[in-house]
């Protein structure tokens, strides 16, 4: 059948008409070979108007629409459209691809530009974010990327003259952008009153921060920063769609039809009308605009190109033209010319050249367009169209002949007879007309058969049949010209189709893949000459079949090129060409025919070409001509790597089940036993579906692997060394060209490859992230540089890694199949070959997507009977190894085997470690080196063939099957195993490390036993019988057949060995009298099969577990079931325990029990550890009796899946465990308690943490409970209630007073006091000093600076440097929230750089996400934003040794921890750092790849391998009574010890991460702070301390934390908590938990408080002096502290036990009054500050105080819903006088008029209210009120203060107002932390205001100073005051 193969010839592009210019712009321009460059369809074109010829880029898959050219104007980007879409770089000149960038953007890729130097690349997706994505192109990486905008952005650019900055522009906005690490952080442009808020359509930046940019009506917008400064108005008549900068000036084009030309000023120079030239017609929109030199390149909506010279602008050249924008359907070849005709939804007709390539007529017709055709000798051409008529018009001039109108629906096709008398017409209403052309188409019949729309339609040869399809898919038949259906298929038989465009029909039944929805393909046209098919289809592919195809699922060659649906393609009259029509995309492709023997030329002529055809062999043909398949292979193809549960699975699954264990872990549980093993030689090597994984070092050592263990084997001291890092399965393995380095790949979830070096054992890099399932095979670069790997993942997706940095180079689909091999081509560094199930594919890396080509089969070398499985390449020549276990030598090309050496027992040399099991084993590894050819088999075997001849086994394990029989000797170091592979082997455990004997079975076993002396040995078989054997022999004594099911456990009973049981799957156990041979007893009563059975000592009691998990007892030798208590189970004496069930073993079965089993256990002798083994390869040791649920254990990983049996040897010495699949025995040596090398790999784990922390703290909770908000989410701080003052109605004023009135002028509102006669207004803020520091859940955030004369600190979200001896600060104010660490870069290289993070929302990338500032500490530059991922926040950073690395770690649930290359702002690695809160993290000092964090019960020791982190957790078991408490602290000394602070006080010492020793009571509180000097390596821990004699709470300590000394902060605190130390030159620096930053001489221990601040907040009371620069603030910490300015600094403080609401001055500064939270309130006097007098009228709290500006009365409101009234001058008794009623809600601030008669009140429920004083009475006169002078503003409610409402205070409040002694400036402060500046008055709503970010959430109070010279605010969430310089406007 020849529908097997493809067909041999094929189609190349040759030409493509048209050019997108419907919904893209900027997408034309001329390389730097003048070339032109646009795309079409999915196809990027280059056109060369010189050779009027074309090249191709069809890289893509889907439409392209956007399009960037690099500035060296070779490479092009180019991005489309798709579900993926991605974005291709390629040359223009070889049209190849040289980078790929994908997985990011999602529906498109709206816009791309290259920056200045062509490095960055930016794009924009059209996703509902519209996302902005800065890429390094060339290393395919992601650097950036931020959401762009809620609507469509048009236009992006580089600033070209500023680094860094970009400019978009889309749907009403304007963003100027920076780039800062990896942040891009936007601006909105201002247009302000200069132009309209429009949408903006292009742009282009010229210098000093100008930007033009181009608007929807017309006008050119000239912005200067983000500032629009003029507009260019009517530059165009309508939207400007392109802009284009070049040397001379910018180009601008727009759908008014014309080019304008600017110069660099942006001065006019010419203006080009190209609708008033020849070419040009009405309606003609400008596109793109390309300007270079004296030509420019203009782009129009309907696909034209034109080319206009300066000189000549009225005579534009057309280069290229197309269909507009509209459906293509119509397409028609002329009979005898090379000329196409096609039609659109444009209602054009168009007649090309296909010599030419150029059109060469166009018509314009009434209606649109749907089908064409070209009467046989060429005169007549019949157009159908959309609204059911047809018209005929002579193809040599265009005129018309005839129009008829018959139908109503669309004439989808119509076709000329051939013998040119009549025209078939099909139309969508299911009826064909038949018309006679010489009767002026008279019509002459009708074919009604169909049901549904016709699709297409046939004439016979002779002209008397027709052929229809319909939308149905049916095909009919009928007569013509009268119309009569045919039914009869005799009378069809012999009937020849004149042309064959049908879809359906047996002669296509091969184009349908075999399940596929019948309206798929559009097209269809046969070739009968060159026997060929070409196809179309709605996924843009042209395909290209053997004609006539018959069978479904033929296959064929596929062309891609157009995006969507291709509606048409057709054969050109002399079959040289194929054209086919986009629907969409409306272009027309014109592809050359290469027939078969022309195609060995064509691969001569042009490479690019061969290239870009895409051949496919995708077809699922029945009949392929498959050889059969190797039975091994084929068992190889069907082995699955999926796990129920992986590895990675298991922290979830605990975490699941652990909440419903919380319950059983109330008993103490035993604690992990002391003994330990060690794993010590494996006997077995994974050869059964693997190959080439057995290596040499250089230094003669053999590298290999078996389960998930790396193995390296030292053959002259047969001892093994293991790579443990691997927790599944290792699949494949491979060796570094250059160094003793492997690379190992397992089976996983997500699986990793371990890079490691043989001789340290230690990873150097793992790679993940990129596979599924797992990687099946691995190779390095020749240079070892790079490595590529493949996975089994249904893709089998190749990656290629640069393996140091931990990168992924590229990535790609690999087959369908199977891949079993990969390597790389040593010669050409850029291709690599993969092999697998029936295909070989050879790859080019080209950026981030490999492409291949075939290459040709040369010759075929017969080489091995059967499968040749492993090759390895030599100097000269080859040597290979096959299924027939034959070793061959071949010449460098194949043509003559050298030498052979057959694998046979009889060549075996005298030094074997062991004995053959067969002849001639299949090879599956092959390897040379040392002289030596080394070899793996099948069978699990490595051997070492001499090159003389002479063999030598090494190593050998079980062949295939599981293995599950085990049984140690009882007096010699030797065991036996049985397997399923049918073979009994005894091994020997002693130093020679081999199989001493071997047998074969009839069938597979399960389970073996020695006799008590050792002679004989009892094999259970799979078919239900057993053997006994001699144990030197294994000669076969004795065997029976009692069952029919598999023998599960077989056992002989103690002492003489007297008894046999046998116990079987069928639930019984068999009971032999070894003597006599005779069964004596059954024991019956189980419900399933028996797993496991142990006797007593006195072999008279049987203990069974069956898998039903019973636990029960027989007595022998007779089997009758006894019941026994479990209490008296541990009373009985048994001689071997290997049961898993009752109470003494109730602890080993872990959290997850339902997803795993423990598969066996086996006791020491001396009854102390139980060892275990259970499904998922893990062996674990517990302390017997293990009782209560989850015991504490040591757990080892080596074994792959299930463990399947574990025993003791007889003097438990050695452990011996056996894998189920991986076929493995592993030998492990038994280490005592006292005995212990340090060593990896002891991981004493339990599966529930314990519950003991080691004490509570009520800061450490605190600290871990606390949840950051963001300031947008924060809500408001009082309870109000009502409808917010901008939403209220107003009240109509009852007097309206006409505008010329008599009345006396309205007062003042406010008494304007102590202020010059000139007003100034009040123009900025800026930020002078801040009284505050973040120290009570923040810590290790105070440092020195330049030598200790400054230090840095934080407050609320501004980073702070003070002068320590001016106290003098300067601020960082960049962030946008809440900073919550901060840390310096100690590396000389980088002086002064401080790193700071802060609290964020979720990890969007946008502003509001958690990030990262890295900034000058002096000048306050900021060099990186790092963007996280770590949602809500930003815990702890730390950098590297060298500066170059930062660590941070985030507050979300899996508190990550991410590593940056800070600089680049790269994410290098990160990981799920713990469940539960992670406090600090830190570099060690001396180190760029370890480092250690701690928290809540749990310190992790850290690695950084390549990309990847590794994870150790600390290690308790050495220390007696060491439990793991919350850590709270690090500190680092020499030789890797690690100090980790705790919240008992004690101090732990770890060495590497097992700890060593406990320094006890270091502290006698939680040990909070830690700080390792780098000059010295003296230690400063800070911890939690009352103060005493002896103690203190800052220690210094020496090197190794043996000897302290202590110092005692004098603060007056009862107790010191220190959060933060530091140590600079003989100075200690210290943060506290009360907000003081204290410096302490470590020679005379004085201590100097620098800063200090409230303890707790919110700060709600603010007073400032009447006259003085000085100020009050009253806090909820109980204090009241009085600050100066000018000294910068607190002068006093007054402690008043309770927490203070308010406080004020009273007018001449005299007195101070003091609202408590309590309702106490207190007068005391400024000079002596002596209590005057206080009073408690009210049991709530004191919201405002007010003394009346003659001291008269004194005012005071509570929450009580009262003013209280009290006068002054009656003395400190304060009765009151009177108290004001009626006031609806609680009250907020109150203001006193200036004569003192009246009081305005704001309340809770946003109503203002007046009042007469002192009586009390509420004023409601309108007039009266408007003519009030106020003495002071503090209200935020009220109609002269409306417009401070923000729209956007839905949650959140205006909490406090203040209006200027001078009475016109007003400043505000809210629930987000913003301090904002008005005039006063404003009552409009939404008034102009300036903002001033740095506070956290709440600023609760704000002050004006005397003089307007200060602004004060106080802060409610961070308990900080900022005071802020007022800057004056000047006169």
């Known amino acids: 059948m020849a529908a097997r193969s493809a067909p041999s010839c094929h189609l190349r592009l040759e030409w493509v008409y048209g050019y997108r210019g419907h919904q893209c712009r900027n997408n034309l321009y001329y390389t730097a070979a003048k070339e032109i460059v646009y795309f079409v369809a999915g196809v990027g074109v280059v056109y060369s108007p010189r050779e009027h010829r074309q090249k ?161 009506n017309g006008d050119i917008y000239v912005w200067k920063g983000i500032n629009l400064i003029r507009t260019i108005q009517g530059a165009h008549a309508a939207g400007i769609f392109s802009m284009n900068a070049c040397e001379e000036g910018f180009a601008t084009g727009g759908r008014d039809g014309c080019i304008r030309l600017w110069d660099l000023t942006f001065k006019p120079i010419t203006v080009i009308d190209l609708r008033e030239t020849d070419q040009g017609y009405k309606g003609l929109s400008v596109r793109s605009v390309c300007w270079r030199g004296d030509h420019i390149l203009v782009g129009t909506q309907d696909s034209e190109i034109f080319e206009i010279v300066v000189q000549e602008r009225n005579k534009p050249f057309l280069i290229m033209q197309g269909h507009c924008e509209g459906e293509l359907w119509a397409l028609a070849v002329h009979p005898t010319k090379p000329l196409a005709v096609t039609g659109s939804d444009d209602r054009s007709v168009r007649i090309w050249s296909l010599v030419d390539h150029a059109l060469i007529a166009r018509c314009n017709m009434e209606e649109p367009i749907r089908c064409a055709a070209v009467n046989a000798d060429g005169i007549h051409l019949a157009l159908g169209m959309k609204d059911g008529s047809f018209t005929v018009l002579r193809v040599r001039d265009m005129t018309e002949v005839v129009h008829i109108k018959d139908r109503k629906e669309a004439i989808h096709e119509l076709k000329y007879s051939p013998d040119g008398t009549y025209l078939a017409v099909g139309c969508n209403d299911s009826s064909v007309d038949i018309y006679g052309v010489a009767q002026r188409y008279k019509k002459v019949g009708e074919c009604l058969g169909s049901l549904s729309f016709i699709t297409h339609l046939d004439w016979s040869s002779d002209s008397r049949y027709l052929q229809t399809n319909d939308g149905n898919g049916k095909r009919l038949f009928y007569r013509m010209p009268g119309g009569k259906e045919v039914t009869s298929a005799e009378e069809i038989k012999g009937v020849h189709w004149a042309s064959w465009t049908c879809v359906s029909g047996l002669e296509v039944n091969g184009i349908w893949p075999k399940y596929s929805d019948i309206n798929d393909i559009n097209s269809v046209d046969g070739n009968y000459i060159g026997q060929v098919l070409v196809t179309a289809d709605d996924y843009g592919i042209i395909k290209l079949f053997r004609y006539p195809c018959l069978r479904k699922g033929a296959k064929f060659r596929k062309y891609i090129g157009h995006s969507a649906h291709v509606t048409n393609v057709r054969w050109s009259h002399d079959y040289q060409w194929v054209i086919s029509i986009g629907g969409a995309d409306h272009s027309v492709f014109q592809w050359k025919f290469i027939p078969e023997r022309k195609l060995k030329d064509a691969l001569h002529i042009a490479p690019q070409e061969s290239l870009a055809d895409s051949h496919s062999e995708e077809s699922d043909s029945d009949l392929s001509d498959v050889p059969e398949l190797d039975s091994e292979i084929e068992q190889e193809t069907q082995l699955t790597y999926h796990r129920q549960v992986y590895k990675e699975d298991l922290p979830q699954l605990k975490e699941q089940c652990k909440e419903k264990q919380k319950s059983a872990t109330s008993k103490r549980r035993e604690r992990a036993p002391g003994n330990s093993i060690r794993l010590h030689f494996v006997h077995g090597y994974r050869g059964y579906d693997c190959r080439s994984n057995l290596f040499y070092t250089q230094i003669g050592e053999i590298v290999y692997h078996v389960a998930a263990v790396g193995v390296i084997y030292n053959r002259q001291q047969n001892t093994q060394r293991f790579y443990l890092g691997h927790d599944d399965d290792i699949l494949c393995l491979t060796i570094h060209p250059l160094k003793d380095y492997v690379a190992t790949g397992q089976v996983g979830r997500d699986p990793s490859i371990h890079i490691w070096d043989t001789e340290t054992i230690k990873p150097l890099s793992i790679l993940k992230g990129h596979h599924q399932c797992g990687i099946s095979a691995v190779d390095f670069s020749a240079d070892g540089k790079r490595l590529v790997s493949v996975g089994i993942d249904d893709s089998h997706t190749i990656v290629l890694w640069d393996w140091k940095k931990g990168e992924k180079l590229s990535i790609a689909r690999g087959s369908k199949d199977k891949i079993f091999v990969v390597k790389m081509n040593p010669y050409v560094p850029d291709k690599l070959i993969t092999a697998g199930i029936k295909h070989m594919k050879f790859w080019r890396k080209a950026g981030d997507v490999c492409i291949w080509r075939d290459i040709f089969l040369v010759k075929t070398v017969k080489a091995h009977d059967g499968p040749v499985f492993s090759m390895h390449a030599l100097e000269k020549g080859f040597v290979t190894g096959g299924k027939d276990g034959i070793v061959a030598l071949w010449d460098d090309s194949f043509e003559r085997c050298l030498k052979t050496y057959a694998i046979k027992r009889a060549a075996l040399a005298p030094g074997s470690k062991g004995l053959l099991l067969e002849d001639n084993p299949s090879i599956r590894a092959i390897s040379l080196g040392h002289g030596h050819i080394l070899v793996g088999t099948k069978n699990g075997e490595i051997l070492e063939v001499d090159k003389s001849g002479p063999i030598t086994l090494l190593v050998q394990g079980h062949m295939e099957g599981e293995v599950w029989g085990l049984a140690t000797h009882p007096y010699l170091p030797i065991c036996a195993t049985v397997s399923d592979d049918k073979t009994l082997r005894i091994w020997d455990l002693s130093p020679s490390h081999c199989m001493l004997a071997v047998r074969k079975l009839k069938k597979g076993g399960r389970c073996c036993c020695f006799s008590p002396d050792g002679k004989a040995l009892a094999v259970g078989l799979n078919d239900g019988s057993f053997l006994m054997a001699n144990a030197d022999t294994l000669e076969d004594l004795v065997s029976f057949h009692h069952r029919k099911d598999m023998i599960s456990d077989i056992r002989f009973s103690p002492g003489s060995g007297k008894y046999l049981a046998v116990a079987s799957h069928d639930s019984f156990i068999d009971i032999y009298n070894v003597m006599s041979s005779k069964r004596v007893g059954i024991c019956k009563g189980a419900t399933s099969y028996i797993t496991h059975i142990d006797w007593d000592i006195r072999g008279k009691l049987l203990q069974v577990n069956t898998g039903a998990k019973e636990q029960l007892f027989f007595e022998a030798p007779r089997g009758k079931k006894q019941t026994i208590p479990s209490v008296e189970v541990e009373k009985i004496a048994w001689a071997s325990w290997t049961s898993v069930l009752g109470l003494c073993c109730e602890g080993i079965w872990p959290v997850i029990g339902e997803v795993t089993d423990v598969t066996a256990s086996c006791l020491t002798s001396d009854k102390m550890v139980l060892a275990t083994g259970d499904d998922l390869g893990f062996v674990k040791l517990f302390r017997y009796p293990t009782k209560g649920k989850f015991g504490k254990f040591k757990r080892y990983v080596a074994h792959s899946t299930h463990v399947t049996n574990v025993r003791w040897t007889y003097d438990d010495s050695m452990l011996v465990t056996l894998g189920g699949t991986d076929m493995s025995l592993m030998v492990w040596t038994n280490e005592m308690e006292g005995y212990r090398e340090k060593r990896p790999c002891d991981s004493e784990e339990s599966d529930i943490d314990s519950e003991e922390d080691g004490g509570y703290d009520s800061d450490v909770t605190r600290e871990n409970e606390i949840s950051y908000t963001i300031r947008a989410l924060s809500t408001n701080i009082r309870p109000m209630f009502g409808i917010k003052p901008h939403l209220q109605q107003k009240e109509p004023s009852t007097d309206e007073r006409p505008p010329v009135s008599r009345a006396p002028p309205q007062p003042e509102k406010l008494q304007t006091n102590n202020v010059g006669k000139k007003k100034r207004p009040i123009e900025d803020l800026v930020l002078e000093l801040v009284f505050g520091y973040r120290g009570r859940d923040c810590r290790n955030n105070v440092h020195y600076l330049n030598d ?71 000048n306050k530059q900021t060099l990186s934003i790092l963007r996280c991922y770590h949602s809500k926040g930003v815990c702890s950073v730390s950098f590297s040794a060298t500066g170059k690395l930062l660590l941070s770690v985030g507050l979300d649930p899996e508190h990550t921890i991410t590593i940056w290359r800070w600089q680049e702002g790269a994410k290098i690695a990160s990981r799920a750092g713990h469940n539960q809160r992670i406090f600090v993290a830190e570099f060690r000092p001396d180190s760029d790849t370890q480092f250690v964090s701690v928290g809540v019960k749990h310190v992790k020791f850290w690695t950084l391998a390549g990309r990847a982190l590794l994870s150790k957790k600390g290690l308790l078991s050495t220390l007696e009574d060491a439990r793991m408490q919350t850590m709270l602290a690090i500190a680092f000394g020499a030789n890797n010890l690690t100090f980790t602070g705790t919240i008992s006080g004690d101090v732990c010492v770890w060495k590497d991460h097992i700890l060593c020793r406990i320094v006890a009571r270091a502290h006698n509180g939680p040990v909070f702070a830690m700080y390792t000097t780098l000059r010295d390596g003296l230690i400063v821990t800070g911890g939690k301390e009352r103060p005493s004699k002896e103690g203190g709470a800052v220690k210094l300590w020496d090197q190794e934390l043996r000897r302290c000394r202590a110092f005692r902060l004098e603060t007056g605190q009862a107790t010191d908590c220190v959060r933060s130390v530091c140590r600079g030159k003989g100075k200690i620096l210290v943060g506290t938990r009360n907000a003081e930053i204290i410096e302490v001489g470590e020679k005379n221990a004085a201590c100097n408080i620098l800063v200090n601040g409230h303890v707790d907040g919110p700060i709600w009371g603010l007073a400032t002096h009447p006259s003085r620069d000085i100020f009050l603030s009253a806090a909820e910490d109980g204090t009241v502290r009085l600050w100066d300015i000018a000294d910068k600094k607190m002068l006093n403080k007054v402690n008043l036990g309770h927490a203070a609401r308010t406080v004020c001055y009273s007018p001449e500064g005299d007195m101070v009054a003091i609202g408590m939270k309590n309702g106490e309130f207190i007068i005391l006097l400024v000079s002596s500050l002596k209590i005057w007098g206080k009073k408690r009228d009210r049991r709530c709290a004191i919201h405002d105080i007010r003394f009346s500006p003659d001291s008269r009365y004194l005012a005071v409101g509570s929450s009580e819903n009262s003013v209280d009234f009290y006068d002054l001058t009656l003395g400190p008794t304060l009765n009151r006088i009177s108290y004001c009623k009626d006031i609806p809600s609680f009250v907020i601030q109150m203001d006193f008029s200036a004569d003192s008669r009246y009081l305005q009140v704001s309340s809770g429920c946003y109503k203002r209210h007046i009042y007469e004083v002192p009586s009390g009475k509420h004023l409601k006169d309108h007039a009266a009120i408007d003519r009030i002078t106020w003495a002071t503003w503090t209200s935020i409610l009220g109609d002269e203060v409306l417009g401070i409402w923000s729209r956007h205070a839905e949650k959140a409040d205006v909490n406090c107002a203040c209006v200027s002694h001078s009475g016109i400036s007003l400043v505000t402060g809210d629930d987000f932390g913003m301090v904002k500046l008005f005039d006063f008055p404003c009552p409009e709503k939404f008034a102009k205001h300036k903002r001033f970010l740095g506070h956290s959430p709440h600023v609760t109070n704000i002050r004006f100073t005397s003089g307007d010279r200060h602004v004060v605010s106080a802060g409610g969430d961070d308990c900080s005051l900022f005071v802020w310089k007022c800057v004056h406007m000047p006169h």
Not at 1350 to 1371: E, K, P, W
Request: with cysteine.
């Open 56 to 216: 191709f880029y069809r890289g893509h898959s889907d439409d392209i629409i956007s399009l960037a050219l690099h500035p060296e104007r070779v490479l092009v980007a180019t991005g489309q459209v798709g579900k993926e879409p991605y974005i291709c770089i390629w040359d223009s000149y070889t049209v190849q691809t040289i980078s790929v960038l994908k997985d990011v953007h999602t529906h498109g890729i709206a816009c791309l530009a290259f920056d200045l130097d062509g490095q960055r690349l930016v794009s924009v997706g059209l996703d509902s974010k519209n996302a902005v994505c800065v890429w390094d192109w060339k290393r395919g990486k992601m650097l950036s990327m931020a959401p762009g905008h809620t609507d469509r952005i048009f236009d992006i650019s580089w600033d070209l003259y500023q680094p860094n900055k970009l400019v978009s522009c889309g749907v009403k906005h304007i963003k100027f952008w920076s780039l800062c690490g990896n942040a891009l952080t936007p601006k909105r442009g201002v247009f302000g009153k200069t132009g309209d808020l429009q949408t903006i359509l292009c742009l282009a930046c010229a210098r000093d921060e100008l930007t033009y940019s181009g608007a929807l």
């Open 1348 to 1418: 200790g004369d400054d230090i840095i600190y934080h407050t609320a979200s501004i980073g702070i440097l003070h002068n320590v001896a001016t106290g003098s600060q300067s601020f960082y104010q960049e962030h946008n929230d809440d900073i919550l660490c901060l840390t310096v870069n100690q590396h000389p290289k980088f002086i002064n750089i401080v790193a700071t993070g802060q609290v964020g929302d979720s990890a969007d990338m946008s502003a509001a996400a958690p990030s990262i500032h890295i900034w000058d500490a002096m």
